[in-house]
């Protein structure tokens, strides 16, 4: 089967491996959609953390089931799978939450993952497709990171949610602040993206930071309570650290983006608001699930975030362009 193979870091390889057998507790799968995501960008960058190479790169996924043993599942079916890939021993898992397992195997980062004709997941991994198309389907798992992010932060209804970084993620995450009722501000250094929010997304403000006063802007927004949700999706040491000076008091400040170096804030300032740090960490199944019933539902059209489409023996041409934001790239979406 055809496979393309991150070598090193600005290198990809496609080569011919042999197509996977699946054994007790697997699915084999054959790939139909890849989406490519911030994690494959990083990773063909050198920049993702957890990452060795050679790689193969993929997780966003869609899939026909080829041979299953999984209960309710069917040879044929249209799926994705839940790609964090957890060891059921640790104390995380032993609490339920699988998503920040102690050994955790994430399918293209620790482990090799979708950018191939076929691949083996646990049984256990499945998603159903609930009738969704491929595309849908290849968009489950990186918004299903936003909804984590929202439901981390416990958005309640009529709050202000402040949401930086317009990249993929950040507008999964928006979409899912909205739907949890919340008030969102979309903030970015790019008018191509911040736009994008406001036409496609329908946000109900935006904020440059390189063009405009943030902090001033966010206190006319919120009539000078700041936001009480504040997450970040852009993985920047600098928006980071600069984000926690916009947090209203009594606020939430959640990390979804994810960088190397160390965070660093203001001690009085953090603790005279009692505010609440969080990481967000990949999601659940219960998040896959609310993204799939959205999409049913109408609350999120999949189709607003892809943006490129390429055969699989086109990604390597390609793949490098995608870093650039002139290319006004969203979502690529790799067709197998």
């Given at each position: 089967?055809?496979?393309?193979?991150?070598?090193?870091?600005?290198?990809?390889?496609?080569?011919?491996?042999?197509?996977?057998?699946?054994?007790?507790?697997?699915?084999?799968?054959q790939?139909?959609?890849?989406?490519?995501?911030?994690?494959d960008l990083?990773?063909?960058?050198?920049?993702?953390?957890?990452?060795?190479?050679?790689?193969?790169?993929?997780?966003?996924?869609?899939?026909?089931?080829?041979?299953?043993?999984?209960?309710?599942?069917?040879?044929?079916?249209?799926?994705?799978?839940?790609?964090?890939?957890?060891?059921?021993?640790?104390?995380?898992?032993?609490?339920?939450?699988?998503?920040?397992?102690?050994?955790?195997?994430?399918?293209?980062v620790?482990?090799?993952?979708?950018m191939?004709e076929?691949?083996?997941?646990?049984?256990?991994a499945?998603?159903?497709?609930?009738?969704?198309?491929?595309?849908?389907?290849a968009?489950v798992?990186?918004?299903?990171?936003?909804?984590?992010g929202?439901?981390?932060a416990?958005?309640?209804?009529?709050?202000f949610?402040?949401?930086?970084?317009?990249?993929?993620?950040?507008?999964?995450?928006?979409?899912?602040?909205?739907?949890?009722?919340?008030?969102?501000?979309?903030m970015?250094?790019?008018?191509?993206?911040?736009?994008?929010?406001?036409?496609?997304?329908?946000?109900?403000?935006?904020?440059?930071?390189?063009?405009?006063?943030a902090?001033?802007?966010?206190?006319?927004?919120?009539?000078?309570?700041?936001p009480?949700?504040?997450?970040?999706?852009?993985?920047?040491?600098?928006?980071?650290?600069?984000?926690?000076?916009?947090?209203?008091?009594?606020?939430?400040?959640?990390?979804?983006?994810?960088?190397?170096?160390d965070?660093?804030?203001?001690?009085?300032?953090?603790?005279?608001?009692?505010?609440?740090?969080m990481?967000?960490?990949?999601?659940?199944?219960?998040?896959?699930?609310?993204?799939?019933?959205?999409?049913?539902?109408?609350?999120?059209?999949?189709?607003?975030?892809?943006?490129?489409?390429?055969?699989?023996?086109?990604v390597k041409?390609?793949?490098?362009?995608?870093?650039?934001?002139?290319?006004g790239?969203?979502?690529?979406?790799?067709?197998?």
């Amino acid at each position: 089967m055809k496979t393309l193979i991150c070598t090193t870091p600005h290198q990809f390889d496609y080569a011919d491996t042999e197509i996977p057998v699946a054994g007790a507790g697997e699915t084999l799968l054959q790939i139909k959609r890849i989406g490519i995501c911030g994690t494959d960008l990083h990773a063909f960058e050198g920049t993702q953390p957890f990452f060795n190479y050679p790689r193969i790169l993929g997780h966003e996924l869609a899939a026909e089931i080829v041979t299953t043993d999984a209960a309710g599942f069917s040879v044929g079916e249209l799926v994705t799978f839940i790609p964090y890939f957890f060891c059921g021993k640790c104390i995380a898992c032993r609490m339920g939450k699988e998503n920040r397992c102690a050994s955790i195997k994430v399918c293209g980062v620790h482990i090799d993952g979708g950018m191939r004709e076929y691949l083996v997941v646990p049984s256990y991994a499945l998603v159903h497709g609930e009738g969704l198309g491929v595309d849908e389907l290849a968009l489950v798992e990186p918004l299903a990171i936003g909804a984590h992010g929202v439901r981390r932060a416990g958005v309640a209804p009529g709050e202000f949610v402040l949401v930086i970084g317009a990249g993929p993620i950040g507008l999964g995450t928006m979409e899912f602040a909205k739907i949890a009722g919340g008030k969102v501000i979309a903030m970015d250094i790019n008018d191509n993206r911040l736009n994008f929010c406001k036409e496609k997304l329908k946000v109900d403000f935006t904020i440059n930071p390189a063009s405009e006063d943030a902090l001033e802007k966010l206190k006319t927004i919120t009539n000078g309570d700041m936001p009480t949700v504040v997450i970040d999706a852009t993985g920047s040491l600098k928006a980071i650290n600069n984000a926690f000076q916009y947090l209203g008091h009594g606020g939430r400040y959640v990390l979804i983006g994810l960088q190397k170096g160390d965070i660093s804030f203001n001690h009085p300032e953090f603790h005279k608001r009692e505010s609440t740090l969080m990481s967000s960490r990949n999601a659940t199944r219960a998040d896959f699930e609310h993204v799939v019933a959205s999409m049913k539902n109408g609350w999120v059209n999949p189709a607003t975030y892809i943006t490129h489409r390429v055969q699989f023996d086109e990604v390597k041409a390609n793949f490098e362009s995608w870093l650039n934001p002139a290319t006004g790239v969203i979502k690529a979406m790799v067709e197998m």
